[in-house]
């Protein structure tokens, strides 16, 4: 572990396990907030918003997330080899703006073929100014990550607030919503979102006990969902022990009930039950709904790789759906056996284009996959790419196009994590292809994976596509030369 970084504290990760927040501060110098907002009021004055390109063309935002405080937070959340995700947005929030209310709740979009609990995803909200409620910061819903179901209006809500430079890094799935500016003050917020690229195997924070304990006060009824999550960061495969003192009908029952954090806290001791606790997930894997399903699917990742057989099996059910469901599962669990990535390379040929895209994503979650596993990634991402350019070049685009582009972005994103385990002048061929796709997120994906590769095959490529794609923060519509 870098020793420059300001690492986590396990009352930190409590509290980001628990809440789905974290609130960071920078001591950097306020004249470099100034000239970052002063410089994002020009852009979107003169140029309109420039989205994915605001990094760009904005460089010193760069300096904000090169910090020890959030280089820490960031490592101790999604490990030492993160990934700072292509999708980047400012957010203008005007005075007096026209929703009442400010925004709707919600969930972002996300890049993954299924949400997760566990951190594999993070964003950070860093305001150029110093944030008051009056402003109308971005509010956040604490807890709320693990619902997938809208919690409700009588839940309470958090306005982070902070001096200029003030950071919130909240898990991918907490709820959010613009909140109503009441200041005679233009408001700026800049979402960026991080991937993590590995398993954790280890804490990467300044771990100091073993335990998972409570804040004083908080409830203990998603006990179950927090120490499962506590493990798995802490690079424990699976719970220690079974708990052999609960009723597995009644758990299971309830984890087919239409109350979300009832199901889903029963599912997550079902997990923790042993072999029937087990079986009882797969069960209704297999036959719930596939709102239970998919919490079953959450669950079952506690069990670690006594769960794998069972998994395996669902690779066969009926409903694509399922089949998915399992892939995904198989994935977070990260277990190298040699049948689940036999059965996952071959869930890249089913006929349902769900069930390949969550395959192509679990084969880049597996823990140093086989040489085969990373072959079938690379064809696949050929063939995406490959059938993306005919039908371009034939004007034969359809909403068949879009499920593709996300097979191949899901291909490209898991050879970002894996493809070193392959052969690697193989993965790079399949990667420069994967520089002309017409998806910008497949051509960011291949561009760090190869950057992630570093062979001088891998840094020949990078510069043939460096010289026309290279952004220069000067040129705008008024300055063009």
């Known amino acids: 572990m870098q020793q420059h970084l300001k690492l986590l504290t396990d009352e930190q990760i409590i509290q980001f396990i628990t809440q789905g927040y974290l609130v960071l501060n920078n001591e950097l110098p306020n004249e470099l907030h100034l000239k970052v907002m002063s410089q994002i009021h020009e852009v979107l004055q003169e140029e309109g ?12 935002i760069q300096k904000f997330f090169d910090t020890p405080v959030v280089k ?7 490990g030492p080899d993160y990934y700072l995700h292509p999708h980047r947005h400012c957010h203008y929030n005007q005075p007096a703006n026209q929703n009442p209310g400010g925004g709707n709740w919600h969930k972002d979009g996300y890049w993954s073929a299924m949400r997760s609990h566990r951190p594999w995803w993070a964003m950070i909200f860093y305001y150029t100014q110093a944030i008051t ?4 910061p971005t509010a956040i819903m604490p807890g709320s990550q693990y619902n997938e179901a809208y919690p409700g209006d009588d839940k309470p809500f958090l306005l982070p607030t902070g001096p200029a430079g003030t950071m919130v ?14 200041s005679n003050m233009d408001r700026y917020m800049l979402k960026f979102q991080f991937a993590r690229l590995s398993a954790p195997t280890a804490p990467s924070w300044d771990h100091q006990k073993e335990g998972f304990q409570l804040p004083d006060g908080m409830s203990a009824a998603r006990l179950p969902v927090w120490q499962s999550i506590w493990d798995w960061m802490r690079g424990q495969a699976e719970p220690e022990g079974t708990d052999q003192s609960i009723d597995i009908e009644r758990l299971a029952s309830l984890a087919q009930s239409q109350n979300e954090d009832a199901a889903l806290d029963s599912a997550y001791a079902l997990a923790r039950a042993g072999a029937e606790g087990i079986s009882k ?8 709904t596939y709102e239970a399903a998919k919490r079953a699917t959450y669950a079952i990742l506690t069990a670690g790789e006594q769960a794998i057989n069972g998994l395996i099996d669902l690779l066969e059910h009926e409903d694509g759906e399922k089949r998915s469901l399992a892939c995904s599962a198989i994935g977070m669990i990260g277990a190298p056996t040699d049948e689940a990535l036999r059965e996952l390379i071959q869930s890249l040929s089913d006929e349902n284009e769900s069930v390949r895209r969550h395959a192509a994503e679990a084969l880049g979650m597996i823990a140093e996959p086989s040489e085969q596993a990373v072959a079938a990634l690379t064809r696949t991402l050929e063939e995406a790419v490959a059938k993306e350019r005919e039908e371009r070049a034939s004007h034969a685009e359809t909403d068949q196009s879009y499920i593709r582009n996300k097979i191949g972005y899901a291909a490209a994103l898991s050879l970002l994590r894996v493809g070193r385990y392959g052969n690697v002048s193989e993965v790079i061929l399949a990667l420069n292809k994967a520089l002309d796709s017409s998806d910008r997120y497949v051509r960011a994906y291949a561009f760090e994976a190869l950057t992630f590769l570093r062979t001088e095959e891998a840094v020949d490529v990078l510069l043939r596509y460096y010289r026309s794609a290279r952004w220069c923060p000067d040129t705008n519509k008024a300055s063009t030369f």
């Open 72 to 78: 820490g937070a960031l490592t101790g959340i999604l």
């Open 133 to 136: 409620e009056e402003l109308g």
């Open 169 to 182: 890094l909240v898990h991918f799935d907490l709820w959010h919503k613009a909140s109503l500016n009441t």
């Open 281 to 288: 997930l797969h069960a209704i894997i297999s036959t719930g």
């Open 49 to 60: 918003n420039p989205g994915n390109n605001i990094l760009p063309r904005v460089p010193d």
